[in-house]
């Protein structure tokens, strides 16, 4: 703004001089200049606001750079944090040969309750008022676990676990949700009584490898030797989805022979599948160091074998060799030998008392009529082993082969019969076994010689399968079709109140002691409930040869059934339905009597001697449940069968095919 008014005053001192400037002249030079002024302000303002953006934009991508720096920064603490958390977490999960010799460290061992068990029949559910998936019904109880301290028992149906409803689908989660030592509230039913209990969970590994430590005392029994070194393969394993998960590896161990890395899943050992931990465990319990021991495991989608000298803690193990393996053939593997055992039977009715097991009758030519043995008999001792319950006289039996020579001890009033060996027989030679007969008929007067005795009355039979309750009442779980029952108009889930006015208070036991008397063609008024409603029913007995001969308690084994057979696809194994009679207190069992070669049964690993549980969930207790689980199933669909082998349960998994001729 000064140089602009010199500029003006020297124009109008050039004007004076010159003598041409007058008062017109500077007006208009005047504005001119202030236009000049205003367009150099103008002009000036305009390069000033252009700087100042330049100046913010170079200001604000350096903001931005610097931010961009500092994150970078902090992620890399953030990673480098990580690393170091890993590397301390490894190296305190390193087993500590100083400290734990004998194995290496693991992850922390899952709780355990000590019950198998599955959902509740529909009639059971009706009959507890469950809502659909709610109960767990008990199948059977570890000895000395939680459960069994508790009080729980076979049959008891499991609603609640920690504050949480149960069923068979989620007990599981649920004990697992707890660790050992956790104190738990256990809620369950045992027919019309709810009961409540605080349980203790134990460490499941440290219960299960403790379970089968306990050697069978005999009297000339040597003194237990020293526990050899355990097998340490040196890895450390999660319980997955997938299966057995490898989470680490230590050097030098026999798992780091097998060339075994963090992410692979243990398929198998020594030809046994791996599913969880303790089959794991039970493997490397039963291979002694030196040995072979094979490992199939799995790396993304290639599957390897690998066979390696088994190691301890201190030893070192070394490769045999390793290849890739083929996928699993079933049928090579699982093809059920030649010659398998028959499941092992005595062919007597019994049934739990206070006192033990009491024998309610024998079958004429039974292996228990063979060896003297008589009503009223309690069953103390088998094969060298004490039996208090049925479940305990069943595990026994499963233990044992037909054909196989045992000692029982009985007890007979207030002495005790000791029989050295007692022959066991089989399924058919039992149910071939005739069930007792009435006493003949009075011999005929002297007078009369020439007359024949009357035959004798063969003993009445209703026809049905029933199951005894834990407050020992009598529920028909099926009726024969066209048997007597069944004409009579007895139906499945009805509950037999009393027999020809006799009230039914002891179960089996009183139902025993009516038809001991009763014979074929006899009329008996049966009082049934069935729901709320009290029913009397007259029912004409059938003989032993009817279609009544499947009653509970009283008879042998139904004829075997080929499984699919009628249902329009193959199995390929027969079934034999063994019922009550040989255990009072338990329901029918389903047993694989034959499998066929070549057979989708052969191929899934069916075994001779297997007990059928549950197909595809659905549990199943006679061969009408067997065929109506595979009616309207067609050919290419799968069924997974839920088996009893050797006291383990398994699940086989099999094609069905077409159905064929035999």
Request: proline share 6%; hydrophobic share 40%.
């Amino acid at each position: 703004m000064r140089k602009l008014d010199c500029a003006v005053c020297a124009a109008a001192l050039l004007l004076a001089i010159t003598g041409s400037w007058d008062s017109k002249t500077w007006a208009q030079d005047s504005k001119r200049g202030d236009e000049v002024r205003k367009e150099i302000e103008k002009d000036l303002e305009t390069a000033r606001k252009s700087l100042l953006d330049k100046v913010s934009k170079v200001l604000a991508d350096q903001d931005a750079r610097i931010a961009s720096l500092e994150k970078a920064l902090k992620d890399k603490d953030q990673e480098i944090a990580g690393l170091k958390k890993r590397i301390e977490d490894l190296a305190a999960a390193k087993p500590k040969a100083v400290e734990k010799p004998a194995e290496p460290a693991k992850p922390k061992t899952p709780a355990l309750l000590g019950v198998a068990h599955e959902a509740p029949s529909d009639a059971a559910r009706a009959q507890l008022n469950l809502k659909a998936g709610q109960g767990a019904q008990v199948a059977s109880v570890e000895d000395g676990s939680p459960a069994a301290k508790a009080g729980i028992q076979v049959g008891d149906v499991i609603v609640s676990l920690g504050g949480k409803e149960a069923g068979s689908a989620n007990l599981r989660d649920l004990v697992r949700a707890h660790g050992p030592g956790d104190k738990v509230e256990v809620v369950y039913l045992r027919g019309a009584e709810k009961i409540t209990r605080t349980v203790e969970l134990v460490d499941r590994d440290k219960f299960l490898a403790a379970a089968p430590a306990e050697p069978a005392k005999t009297p000339d029994a040597a003194p237990p030797a020293a526990k050899p070194e355990p097998v340490v393969l040196g890895i450390l394993i999660e319980e997955t989805d997938a299966g057995l998960a490898v989470q680490n590896v230590e050097s030098g161990k026999t798992g780091a022979a097998a060339e075994l890395k963090e992410g692979d899943v243990l398929v198998s050992a020594n030809g046994k599948k791996l599913k969880k931990l303790e089959d794991l465990t039970d493997v490397l319990g039963k291979t002694k160091i030196g040995e072979n021991l094979a490992l199939e495991y799995k790396r993304k989608d290639e599957v390897f074998s690998a066979t390696v000298v088994a190691a301890g803690e201190k030893g070192e193990s070394k490769l045999v060799k390793i290849e890739k393996a083929e996928p699993a053939k079933p049928a090579a593997e699982k093809k059920p030998d030649a010659v398998a055992k028959r499941p092992a039977r005595l062919g007597v009715e019994i049934t739990e008392e206070a006192d033990g097991i009491k024998v309610l009758d024998v079958r004429a030519g039974s292996p228990a009529a063979g060896a003297g043995v008589q009503k009223g008999d309690v069953i103390r001792e088998l094969a060298g082993k004490k039996v208090k319950t049925i479940d305990d006289l069943r595990g026994v039996l499963s233990a044992q082969s037909a054909g196989d020579e045992v000692k029982l001890v009985l007890g007979r009033g207030t002495e005790e019969k000791v029989i050295e060996k007692l022959k066991l027989g089989g399924a058919e030679e039992v149910a071939a076994a005739k069930p007792p007969e009435a006493a003949p008929a009075a011999k005929p007067e002297a007078e009369k010689p020439a007359e024949a005795p009357a035959p004798p009355r063969p003993r009445g039979t209703l026809g049905i399968l029933a199951g005894e309750t834990d407050d020992l009442r009598i529920v028909v779980s099926s009726v024969n079709p066209n048997g007597p029952a069944d004409k009579a108009g007895l139906k499945k889930d009805d509950v037999i109140v009393k027999v020809n006015g006799v009230e039914i208070k002891k179960g089996f036991l009183d139902l025993e002691k009516i038809l001991e008397k009763a014979f074929a063609g006899d009329v008996l008024k049966v009082t049934v409930k069935r729901g709320e409603e009290m029913k009397e029913i007259d029912v004409q007995l059938g003989g032993p040869d009817s279609a009544a001969e499947e009653e509970s308690g009283r008879t042998g084994a139904a004829p075997p059934a080929e499984t699919g057979a009628g249902s329009g696809v193959y199995v390929g194994v027969t079934l034999l339905e063994e019922p009550a009679g040989e255990l009072a207190a338990a329901a029918a069992r389903i047993l694989v009597e034959e499998v066929l070669d070549q057979s989708p049964a052969a191929r899934a690993g069916l075994r001779l001697g297997d007990e059928v549980l549950a197909i595809d969930g659905e549990a199943v207790r006679s061969l009408d449940e067997v065929g109506g689980a595979l009616r309207g199933r067609s050919p290419g669909q799968t069924a997974l069968f839920r088996l009893s082998r050797s006291g383990e349960i398994v699940e086989a998994r099999l094609t069905l095919e077409e159905a064929r001729d035999r």
